[in-house]
């Protein structure tokens, strides 16, 4: 069956650290997103990507990054983590195809910055 | 103002009733409309797409959406104990986007 995994599931890091987080999805879905969540605060985006090669900001994307090199991995990197960045990561992936456009997460990762 | 607004909550109703969760919007060029179900340390899951005017009912759940008011609603007919969720709407700006905007989410608590 068709998946989308996160690893790892729990991170604990340091502040300043780099930190990435995998994202990895069997669907064959062109689109992939980054979001965080924070109580009060739902669900959050932060970069998204169309296919390959292609990367966005999203709302909150300062202090992260991604990159796209093939249609199945979306990897998010913490340049520097920071206190402010301990939330839980989720991935997500959708097979836009007009008006539906579902998206389909991954069972999230949990990141503390201490 | 947000781009998507969902009630506070908490929300709770006893078991059997109607639950009914609302969302609004202030995009008018918005599309397509969704309704996540998110369990307590789970990820979110599909349970509603609606993007014409009206009702669309799928089991218990009807959802309901008003262009013209720009709000999208959630009805939980016969509500179980299982319903206990936290409840997000997300709205698409287009069907050219792909990229949906959630709301911040309604927990819902249905005691027996």
């Known amino acids: 069956d068709a998946e989308i995994t996160q690893s790892p599931r729990h991170k604990i890091t340091e502040t300043g650290r780099q930190v990435t987080l995998a994202c990895h999805q069997t669907?064959?879905?062109?689109?992939m997103f980054w979001y965080r969540q924070d109580l009060g605060h739902g669900l959050r985006l932060i970069h998204y990507?169309?296919?390959?090669?292609?990367?966005n900001k999203g709302e909150v994307s300062d202090g992260y990054s991604v990159s796209r090199s093939n249609t199945e991995d979306l990897p998010l990197t913490l340049e520097s983590a920071a206190s402010s960045q301990t939330s839980v990561y989720f991935c997500?992936?959708?097979?836009?195809?007009?008006?539906?456009?579902?998206?389909?997460f991954g069972p999230g990762t949990r990141l503390t910055v201490l | 103002q947000k781009e998507v607004e969902q009630n506070s909550g908490p929300l709770s109703v006893p078991e059997g009733a109607i639950a009914s969760l609302n969302c609004t919007y202030s995009?008018?060029?918005?599309?397509?409309f969704f309704w996540y179900r998110q369990y307590s340390g789970k990820s979110p899951e599909l349970i509603m797409f609606?993007?014409?005017?009206g009702d669309k009912e799928d089991g218990r759940f009807t959802a309901q959406l008003n262009k013209a008011s720009q709000y999208v609603s959630l009805l939980i007919r016969d509500s179980q104990p299982s319903d206990s969720a936290t409840y997000l709407c997300?709205?698409?700006?287009?069907?050219?986007?792909?990229?949906?905007?959630f709301g911040d989410g309604t927990t819902l608590t249905v005691k027996p």
């Open positions: 990507s169309y296919g390959v090669q292609d990367t």
């Open positions: 995009d008018r060029g918005s599309q397509s």
């Open positions: 609606i993007y014409s005017n």
């Open positions: 997500a992936s959708s097979d836009w195809t007009g008006a539906n456009n579902e998206q389909f």
């Open positions: 997300a709205v698409d700006l287009n069907t050219n986007a792909g990229k949906s905007t």
């Open positions: 669907w064959n879905h062109n689109n």
